[in-house]
C-alpha cells in the first residue's frame, strides 16, 4: 500500500505518529512525504520515510522541469536503499491539472532524470490516449532496469561540460550508467573519460554504440 502524507509545514513529529499508526497495522505500507520536506531534516526523512519531497509542483513546464533537476543534486546524500527522493509526478502527458508544453526532447529529459535519479516514476495521465512516444518513455525496460538496480547507489555529480549536467551510477553487475542532461538552448559537446576500454550502449535506442575508453558526444539543446 502506498500513503502520500501532503501537508505543509512538515514536521519530523508529525510524521512521527504517522509511521507509528502505520506500523501497527497488519498491512505494508510505502510512506511518502511531500510537499514540504525540508533538507535540514533529510536524515529523519531517511529514517521515517520511503520518499519525500520539497519542490514545486509539476505543471507541464520546461522551467519546473529544470528546477525538479536541480533540487534533486542537494539530495543525493540522502538517496538510496528505499528511501528516495521524489522529484514529483511525471510532466509528460495531459491531465485535469496541467497542459503538458514539453517537446519530445524535454519529455525524455524529464523521465530519465526520475529514472537516473532515483526518483520515484509517477504517472499522471489518461492511458486511453496514451501516445506511442510517451508509451516507448516508460515501457524502456533497458532505462527501467537502471532505475531499479537493487544497489540503488545514489548518483554522483561529475563536473559540468558546457553547460552540461553530467551524472554517474555505479549499478550491481559492476556497470557504470551515466546521464547527461543539456539544459540550455543550444547544441553542447561533452566527454567523459572512462578509465578503461569499455562496450558503450545507448539505452534509449538499446544499441551499442562501440567500444571506447572516451566516451564523446554532442547534445541538441532541452535533450
Request: glycine letters at 4%; proline letters at 6%.
Amino acid at each position: 500500500d502506498y500513503l502520500k502524507y501532503d501537508f505543509r509545514p512538515c514536521e519530523p513529529d508529525l510524521v512521527q505518529r504517522m509511521k507509528a499508526a502505520l506500523t501497527a497495522t497488519p498491512r505494508d505500507f510505502a510512506l511518502s512525504l511531500t510537499v514540504d520536506a525540508q533538507l535540514r531534516y533529510a536524515d529523519h526523512w531517511r529514517a521515517l520515510c520511503n520518499s519525500y519531497r520539497c519542490n514545486p509542483d509539476t505543471d507541464g513546464s520546461w522551467a519546473t522541469t529544470l528546477r525538479h533537476l536541480e533540487l534533486a543534486e542537494d539530495w543525493f546524500p540522502h538517496t538510496g536503499n528505499g528511501h528516495f527522493y521524489d522529484m514529483d509526478m511525471l510532466d509528460t502527458g495531459e491531465n485535469a491539472l496541467y497542459a503538458c508544453r514539453l517537446t519530445d526532447d524535454e519529455k525524455r529529459f524529464s523521465f530519465t532524470a526520475r529514472a537516473f535519479l532515483l526518483s520515484p516514476i509517477q504517472i499522471s495521465r489518461p492511458l486511453d490516449t496514451l501516445p506511442d512516444f510517451e508509451l516507448s518513455l516508460y515501457a524502456n525496460e533497458e532505462v527501467l532496469a537502471v532505475s531499479q538496480d537493487a544497489l540503488t547507489r545514489p548518483p554522483v555529480k561529475l563536473p559540468e561540460q558546457n553547460g552540461l549536467r553530467l551524472y554517474s551510477r555505479g549499478l550491481e553487475n559492476g556497470d557504470t550508467a551515466l546521464a547527461v542532461f543539456n539544459p540550455g538552448d543550444d547544441a553542447a559537446a561533452f566527454s567523459i573519460d572512462l578509465d578503461t576500454r569499455c562496450v558503450c550502449r545507448d539505452l534509449w535506442q538499446k544499441a551499442d554504440v562501440g567500444t571506447a575508453d572516451t566516451l564523446r558526444e554532442s547534445l541538441p539543446g532541452h535533450c
